[in-house]
């Protein structure tokens, strides 16, 4: 049982456990990867013990970490270690990626996609995350939204855009009197990177294959990248956001096809700086008016 000072877990007060469980959220630490708490002060005062008796005269020191590795758990008097969640995180490499362009490559419904994703090993991301979120709204709609990764509130309900971000897209989109119903959703990447970081550009590469095929198979009429990370990847420019939002441009999901994408800021981004929703506003109008071009058949 973690403890606090000298007092155990289950000597705290309500209140006292609430506090923790706040500290612990604001430090980042939003999850739980093992079915039990792991007490390392315990384990380590242990292996220096064990350390303090065995050292042979002359012989060179090791360090706690060594001892720590080598002793079974028993041996250092904790309990023995909780077994990993994951069993085949790999790295990401050359051979994981054309397996996950082969994977992506053989879905041939949006239906089956998803199918493939739930099983798809070939990511670390997705051995630390709940679900493998996939998509929300209709995929017949004309406007697809691709934003970056699901945070904490999405990979619980393995839904995207359902946290404050998401309730925030909800408020725009019914301001261009669009909702879900009439839209389609979904992440550049589908696992939650842990602690919410940054996808690193192996991840995004492992997980580009599969948004590439999601866009082929429900081949919207209008694409809206939310903020930097698919925006980046999908248009393929270094640019930043604050400079191409806004701006037109076409994505080309394969070599045959091509269609209107419009980058724009995050809604994450936009609850840390509201005052650039009206940018926001700009190019959610843009939308609107190019929905209605292409359903009036102006539009190409
Ligand atoms: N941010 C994203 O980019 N996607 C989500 O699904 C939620 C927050």
Redesign the pocket.
Known sequence: MVSQGDNKVQDLTAGELAAMLHFYADAGVDCVLEDAPVDRFEQSAAAKAVLTQQQPRGRAPQSVQQVERRQPAAAQGAPPPPQPVQTQATVPDETAISDARETARSAETVAALREALSSFNGCNLRFGARNT?FADGNPEANIMFI?????R??DRQG?????R??QLLDKMLTAIGLDRTGCY?????PWRPPGNRSPTPLEIELCRPFIERHVELVNPKVVVL??N??TKALLGTTRGILSLRGTWSQYHPNSDMSIPALPTL???YLLRNPAQKKLSWQDFLSVRDHLDRASAGSEP
């Open positions: 979120v934003g970056e990764a699901p945070g509130d999405e839904l995207p855009f359902v946290g971000a998401g959703i979904t992440n550049m990447i939310l903020g990370v698919s995050h809604p994450a």
